[in-house]
């Protein structure tokens, strides 16, 4: 029986496989030096948002009247204060943690619900036409507006913004999982799979949806940015945080009326934000050429 | 022999935007243990329906609109999902044309090669590890340890196909269907494939079923031979019989369009003409456009499968007045 067989070069690798992999993809995110200033600065981020408490000298949203509306600089306020005496660099520190968790949770309940969605409308073609009505008509509103109305239904707070813009993210989520689901349930392996009698819940979680992965990860990076700038813009409408919490968007809101005078009320927490998400995107778009399997096969 | 497998006059048809279109019509075949049966015909004949129909793994839009199909004795088109789930892999399996393709590239061996265990038999992983050792081994792949942490891409074609077959034999199912298993793969590893199967045939007992357009396979390890034409059996045999005696000009056709070493006047013949679209309908034998023997009669009525001996039947207006010839002969 096949005695002759020429084995092929012995190529197995000490490392464990999956490990090698995350590296190599992390490895080529990093020739790409746009991506590397955008995980400086998330990671930047994440660290002022865990140690917060210890970074910020001052209390986010204890008032001090009689240094109100400092300029950067001043008496040992690093960025100054706002129009109450609040220390500018210790709100945008706490600011950086609610705008991190709102983008987590959001982002990781709308892509909940739409890979729920997603992989059962792709694979089962009878209930994919219902699913993707839904989600055409979750589309036909403008994602501000959606919000909006969600916020309207259950009244303003940060909590409500999650859940809006957790549901807003989902008909995108679904639609780029449902697209993968399509083009991976064709593949021959899902075919070989059920030959080799595996039911359906397994081919789905684990055969289709690792194949899935690649545009999940690239979206979820990119929703990251969406929820950031969707929370601010819905705070600074008054429809998210409330002050005195430290939200950026909210920040931005009081400044406004400060505009000639302390123009830093404006202008450092639009800064903020607008790093965030410019960090989010070019990550996301770094990874999405990190992990286009094309690229895989000539490293 | 025991019987394994037999099919009963089977259509399979599909829903389309052209209406409902019927890709096989009417087959019948049956399996013995130990027996290979190769199904031969051009590209789009049905030879994959059918194999899929036995699977019950056709497309959404297909459904078995008539027929039956005993596996065993059992009829598995009254079956339900979960109970044909599981059939397959533990008592049927099924390996495929493309090896490249049929491996999820994101697992390693190991963990494919374990599934099938770990579903049909309830292994723990450590047991399924070394049964999956055992498979690899006895489909002649070397170095099994180090090659259960690898990944398809990491594997040539033709290691791949062992490793495909390893996974349908995983449970020892009695009935393999191989669909196209070395279209794919060069004429050296061809050979060593075909070889397998043909061991571990034996081996296990299983009966087989290969699907194949290549009549150097048919030879090399056909026991019986069936040949389709557009959704039909034209032609059964044993593989002496439909090599040396083709009696149905299609047969002959596939035949001739094939190079042979020994003869060196052979000369190739195309068959002309292409498959009928499944929509088309042909009055008579379908195959009469492009037969060139066509009488009238071929134009008007279809033929039946005329006997030709007890195992060798062919559908084909030729054969009537030989068998009629038989049949005075014998009744006289």
């Known amino acids: 029986m096949a005695s002759g067989v020429i084995s092929p070069a012995n190529t197995s690798v000490k490392q464990p496989k999956k490990e090698r992999m995350l590296f190599q993809t992390f490895k080529r995110l990093c020739k790409n030096k746009l991506a590397v200033f955008g995980m400086i600065v998330i990671a930047f981020q994440i660290l002022l948002a865990i140690f917060a408490p210890w970074i910020a000298q001052y209390d986010p949203v204890v008032q001090n009247l009689s240094k109100a509306q400092l300029g950067p600089g001043a008496e040992g306020h690093f960025l100054g204060t706002d129009n109450y005496g609040r220390d500018m660099f210790a709100r945008l520190v706490y600011g950086a943690r609610i705008s991190l968790i709102v983008g987590i949770t959001s982002v990781t309940l709308g892509l909940l619900g739409g890979l729920f969605l997603g992989l059962i409308s792709g694979y089962y073609r009878k209930l994919d036409g219902v699913i993707m009505r839904f989600v055409d008509l979750l589309f036909a509103f403008p994602g501000i507006l959606l919000a909006m109305l969600i916020i309207a239904m259950l009244g303003t707070s940060l909590v409500n913004v999650v859940i809006a813009i957790s549901i807003w993210s989902i008909p995108t989520c679904a639609r780029i999982v449902r697209g993968s689901v399509l083009s991976v349930k064709k593949q021959e392996y899902v075919v070989a799979m059920k030959s080799l009698g595996a039911s359906d819940l397994r081919i789905i979680m684990k055969h289709i949806l690792p194949n899935c992965t690649a545009p999940i990860i690239v979206f979820a990076t990119m929703r990251m ?60 778009d770094g990874l999405r050429d990190a992990l286009d399997p094309n690229m895989e096969l000539d490293t | ?165 390893a996974m349908a034999l995983a449970c020892n199912p009695s009935l393999l269907i191989a669909d196209e298993p070395t279209t794919a793969l060069d004429v050296t590893i061809q050979a060593q494939i075909l070889d397998l199967i043909d061991d571990l045939k034996a081996d296990l007992g299983m009966g087989v079923v290969m699907v194949t357009h290549d009549m150097g396979v048919v030879a090399e390890v056909a026991d019986r031979v069936m040949v389709m034409y557009a959704g039909e059996v034209v032609e059964v045999g044993t593989v002496t019989e439909i090599f040396e005696a083709p009696k149905h000009p299609y047969t002959r056709g596939l035949l001739a369009s094939v190079p042979n070493i020994d003869d060196p006047d052979h000369s190739m013949e195309a068959i002309p003409g292409s498959l009928p679209n499944l929509s088309e309908e042909i009055q008579g034998c379908r195959f009469h456009p492009r037969c060139p023997f066509a009488m009238d009669k071929c134009m008007e009525m279809e033929p039946p499968l005329f006997e030709l001996s007890s195992e060798h039947q062919s559908k084909c207006w030729l054969q009537e007045v030989k068998h009629y010839d038989k049949q005075s002969a014998t009744s006289s």
């Not at chain 1, 400044?255 to 934000?273: L, R």
């Not at chain 2, 008539?66 to 088109?77: N, V």
């Not at chain 2, 044909?84 to 892999?89: A, I, V």
């Open chain 1, 225 to 284: 940015a969406t929820a950031i700038l969707s929370t601010a813009a819905l705070s600074f409408l008054g429809l998210g945080a409330q002050p005195p919490t430290p939200e950026w968007g909210a920040m931005i809101a009081a400044g406004q009326d400060f505009m000639w005078t302390a123009p830093h009320m404006t202008v450092i927490p639009g800064i903020a934000i607008m790093l965030v998400v410019f960090a989010f995107n070019v990550v996301g």
């Open chain 2, 1 to 165: 022999m025991n019987q394994l497998l037999e099919v009963n006059d089977l259509v399979t048809s599909f829903r389309t935007a052209e209406g409902k279109l019927s890709a096989v019509r009417g087959v019948s075949f049956s399996v013995d243990k130990g027996e290979t049966l190769c199904i031969v015909g051009e590209s789009g004949c049905g030879k994959s329906i059918t194999t899929l129909s036995v699977m019950g793994l056709l497309p959404s839009n297909g459904e078995i609109s008539r027929g039956s199909i005993q596996f065993s004795g059992e009829e598995l088109t009254t079956k339900n999902e979960e109970e044909l789930r599981k059939l397959r892999g533990n008592e049927i399996s099924m390996i495929f044309q493309e090896p490249m393709t049929a491996l999820n590239p994101v697992f390693t061996i190991g963990y494919q090669l374990r599934e099938p265990l770990m579903i049909h038999k309830r292994l723990s992983k450590r047991e399924a590890t070394q049964k999956a050792i055992t498979l690899l081994d006895q489909v002649g792949i070397p170095h099994p340890v180090s090659k259960l942490k690898q990944f398809p891409h990491e594997l040539s074609g033709g290691m791949r196909q062992r490793v495909m077959i």
